[in-house]
């Protein structure tokens, strides 16, 4: 009869970051500090603006957030994008 095996295995959480851009109307704070160049402070300008001026009607609307300007925003046009508001 064979005796059983005893295996030492530990279980490490893992988890997904959704695919393809982070959509503006959607996307939570801590969603946005995630994306380059953007901190605390800024995600947080981010998402005050949407809430004051409703949600954003394209990418480009982010020139009007106070601190960004053209050169952060060519870093966040292939890693963001405006869908339907929740």
Do not use: C, Y
Not at 5 to 14: C, D, F, L, M, N
């Amino acid at each position: 009869m064979d005796k059983p095996v005893e295996i030492a295995a530990v279980v490490v959480p893992v988890s997904f970051e959704e695919a393809g851009p982070l959509d503006l109307n959607r996307a939570t704070a801590a969603e946005l500090e995630k994306l380059p160049g953007i901190g605390p402070v800024l995600a947080k300008r981010i998402v005050e603006w949407r809430e004051t001026h409703g949600p954003f009607q394209s990418v480009q609307d982010l020139l009007k957030v106070p601190g960004i300007g053209p050169k952060k925003l060519e870093e966040l046009l292939d890693r963001v994008t405006v869908g339907p508001p929740p």
